[in-house]
Every structure is written in C-alpha cells, then in structure tokens.
C-alpha cells in the first residue's frame, strides 16, 4: 500500500546530467524527510542528500556537493535528484528512503524505501 518507486536511472556520459524521481504512493511525501542513497557493487551504502520535512533544508555529501540537487513537488508527489557534471564514480544504484521525523545518514533508521534505480556513467 505504502510504496516508493524510484525512476530516471540510465546510462549518460561523463558530464551529462540526469534527474531520478522519487514518487511515492499511499501517503503524502511532504511530511516525510526523504533521502537519496546510493550503493555500487563491493561498496559502502552512502547519502548523497536529503531534504527535511519540516523547513525543506537540503543536505549533500561532499562527493555530489555542487553538482546534484534535491527538490520537491508536492503536487506530483514526488522528490527529485537532478544530477548533474556526472563522473564515473557516480555510477550505483539510487535509492529514496522516507523518514518520518528529520533527515538521517542511517539507512535502517527511515520508514521506507524505493526498490532503486540504476545510473551507470561511463563512455
């Protein structure tokens, strides 16, 4: 019933750009705090961003920070990440992940989570 689906992912080159939503159903995503993860194979989960619930603050890891973007749109529903100068080592799977309270660099410590989508950087 509670769902997020993530979308967007594909293969671009280095320096392109690419947005990735976040949309979810069965709930209204504006009182949620979301944030975006990401994993590659052999590597550590990480957040890339997060934007707050309450005050709509944005957070960025200093590996995306300067390049990727975080928003809402609260009529759609939706969260975005616009990413953009992408590198190779952005290459993963992105992930949304909901959390009812404030933003987290925990994975375990949010509600839900999308099943992800893949972005792959290469030429």
């Known amino acids: 019933q509670l769902q997020l689906v993530e979308s967007g992912g594909g293969l671009v080159q280095p320096g392109g750009s690419l947005r990735v939503s976040c949309a979810a159903s069965g709930f209204t995503l504006d009182s949620y705090a979301i944030g975006w993860f990401r994993q590659a194979p052999g590597k550590e989960r990480e957040r890339v961003s997060c934007i707050s619930s309450s005050d709509g603050r944005t957070f960025y890891s200093d590996s995306v920070k300067g390049r990727f973007t975080v928003s809402r749109d609260n009529a759609k529903n939706t969260v975005y990440l616009q990413m953009n100068s992408l590198k190779p080592e952005d290459t993963a799977a992105y992930y949304c992940?909901?959390?009812?309270?404030?933003?987290?660099?925990?994975?375990?410590?949010?509600?839900?989570w999308g099943q992800g989508t893949q972005v792959s950087v290469s030429s």
């Open positions: 992940a909901a959390h009812h309270e404030r933003c987290t660099r925990v994975w375990d410590e949010y509600d839900y």
